[in-house]
């Protein structure tokens, strides 16, 4: 019997990741091996449709390296970032840090990206063969499954990286939206902090102000001069005058985050949030202690019985997401 596959695709503003679970492995969880793993840059230039064209692409070449074929795929789970707009009924993407004809900070014209429906058209050997899912709502189906959300009912995954993204889960069940958007928290105007050179910090999306523009890892070097990898470096330094400099900047970063989360607390009453993204993670030990504290010292009525912890699937966390989103259908 010829053996199937699904297809697990991670898709961020920096990079697109691709691997493959064979259909047999049962159950489907944290510990089955994901195959044939891949990553690329993201594609941000050429016609409206590259980026589900390298998809496609990356797809494919997996399955040549396990000597499939893409009719062996008989599944395929996306988690993108986001936001997405529905058209007729398919979802596109018009991430401002991929659609070009957006933001204006990518080399494109793209307004919005086909995503859902040249996926279909390549898989149409399987009815209903994909599913995407905002990468945060992807991430909370992930670590409620199998991470640090296991057994709570009112909770969210908040991911720092590229840019600021959140799932939530109020009552047991997954906030979506209309358009899939719930989450989108990076995009909350939450101050009117200026960058280095007293101009107003600007996302991509063209908010002034918002939490993205003020501590994602792609607005760092606009807001302090330095790159977020510089910036967290910088902060254990040797030498004192860099490193108590590098740790004003990164104690704004943590007061940034410790107020959303609590906005984000107050507003939906969340027992338990975990925290993930390339950001957060590779530096957890000077951002986790910061971004609780700044929390903790809010309203107690608001702030009592809530856990902050780290993503208990790491950085596995987008992949595991993608294998989640199948495991909803």
Not at 20 to 27: E, F, K
Not at 300 to 313: K, Q, R, Y
């Amino acid at each position: 019997m010829e053996k199937t596959y699904y297809a697990c695709v991670d898709i961020g503003g920096t990079k697109v990741a691709v691997s493959l679970v064979p259909a047999t492995s049962a159950p489907l969880g944290q510990h089955t091996r994901l195959l044939a793993q891949h990553t690329e840059p993201t594609l941000k230039t050429g016609p409206r449709d590259a980026l589900p064209q390298q998809i496609i692409r990356m797809v494919d070449a997996a399955c040549a390296r396990l000597q499939a074929t893409r009719q062996q795929v008989i599944g395929v789970g996306i988690s993108s970032c986001g936001p997405f707009l529905n058209v007729q009924g398919q979802i596109e993407l018009v991430a401002s840090n991929i659609c070009g004809g957006k933001s204006g900070f990518t080399d494109n014209d793209w307004h919005s990206i086909p995503l859902e429906r040249v996926l279909c058209e390549a898989f149409t050997h399987v009815p209903a063969a994909v599913r995407i899912e905002n990468d945060a709502i992807a991430a909370l189906l992930a670590e409620v499954q199998w991470g640090a959300l296991q057994g709570a009912s009112h909770a969210a995954y908040v991911t720092w990286s590229t840019g600021i993204g959140m799932g939530l889960l109020v009552d047991g069940r997954v906030l979506r939206g209309k358009n899939n958007n719930a989450g989108h928290a990076g995009h909350m105007v939450v101050g009117d902090d200026l960058s280095r050179q007293g101009l107003p910090l600007k996302c991509g999306c063209g908010n002034v102000g918002d939490l993205q523009s003020q501590i994602a890892g792609v607005s760092m070097l606009q807001r302090f001069g330095m790159t977020g990898l510089d910036l967290m470096q910088a902060a254990k330094s040797s030498d004192k005058a860099t490193r108590e400099h590098a740790l004003e900047h990164v104690g704004a970063l943590c007061e940034g985050m410790a107020r959303a989360i609590y906005n984000l607390t107050a507003t939906l009453d969340l027992e338990r949030i975990s925290l993930g993204g390339s950001v957060f993670w590779h530096n957890q030990d000077l951002l986790l202690p910061r971004i609780r504290a700044g929390v903790m010292s809010r309203f107690p009525a608001m702030t009592e019985g809530l856990d902050i912890v780290p993503a208990g699937l790491g950085l596995d966390v987008a992949n595991y997401g993608a294998l989640a989103v199948l495991m909803q259908a």
